[in-house]
């Protein structure tokens, strides 16, 4: 039997600005304070600009602060993009890799297993996420295509890694539409993930989360099932209260 600690992240996006980020923080420790600390491992990933002052914040909490991209270089003419030093140089602790929204741009192939790396070298945790489009579910690609994405995201990683990297399973399809994969959908899927990886990482302590819009109405189906270990957050975790429902649901 494995113990794998959940793990709640919260993707703000581009959300959040100025002393949104402050006040955010006061809430989240509030309730924190008043209602206790769940038992799920707590990360946010807020926008570049306000890493510096939620690290600020939420220092001395139990929860870690990531950035939403990295570079895998350590510097150079990169114009748009954040190294792993300059993000611990802000207090992060991790970072997202591969989300589908970068994906999108371009951001796809083997750079990705870079940035895993270069995270994971830097000292920081790293999470890679996958997931197909509603083209692929419906052709029936989904399991070749997340296990090609797995397969290309890990491929520079190494069994001792296994402690700071999780990996999310994020079906585009259920990115910020409202429609959340079923339980069903959502177990198959990281229970594949969870293979995959297997050939990487020991298949019992790597963490699998599922994202696409979670919710506390949906979260503790989700959660429930035996490999899904958490969830990546977008829209509700703009609310903290949200956040935390759906961090105690796990
Ligand atoms: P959502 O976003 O929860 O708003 O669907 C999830 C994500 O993109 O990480």
Redesign the pocket.
């Known amino acids: 039997m494995s113990v794998r600690r959940p793990l709640i992240?919260g993707?703000w996006?581009m959300h959040v600005v100025g002393d949104e980020a402050d006040a955010y923080c006061a809430e989240l420790l509030r309730l924190l304070d008043a209602d206790g600390v769940p038992a799920a491992e707590l990360a946010l990933?807020p926008p570049f600009t306000a890493l510096e002052r939620v690290s600020g914040a939420l220092a001395g909490s139990d929860v870690w602060v990531g950035g939403q991209n990295v570079h895998e270089a350590e510097s150079g003419a990169h114009t748009g993009d954040i190294s792993v030093a300059m993000l611990a140089g802000a207090g992060c602790g991790g970072a997202?890799v591969g989300?589908?929204?970068r994906r999108a741009l371009g951001e796809t192939g083997p750079a990705l297993a870079a940035r895993v790396r270069a995270a994971l070298d830097g000292g920081l945790r790293a999470m890679l996420?996958c997931g197909e489009s509603l083209e692929q579910r419906e052709a029936g690609e989904t399991e070749d295509w997340v296990t090609g994405q797995v397969r290309e995201g890990l491929a520079e990683i190494r069994p001792d890694d296994v402690e700071r990297f999780s990996i999310?399973y994020?079906p585009i399809w259920?990115?910020?539409?409202?429609v959340?994969a079923t339980p069903e959908q959502a177990q198959d899927a990281c229970a594949l993930v969870r293979r995959v990886a297997g050939e990487f990482l020991d298949r019992d302590q790597i963490r699998v989360l599922y994202?696409?819009?979670?919710?506390p109405e949906n979260a503790a189906e989700l959660l429930g099932q035996p490999d899904i270990d958490g969830?990546?957050?977008?829209?509700?975790?703009l609310k903290p209260a949200d956040l935390l429902a759906i961090a105690r649901a796990a």
């Open positions: 992240a993707n996006k990933f997202l989300h589908s929204e996420a999310a994020e259920a990115i910020g539409t409202g959340v994202g696409g819009s979670v919710k969830a990546l957050v977008g829209g509700a975790s």
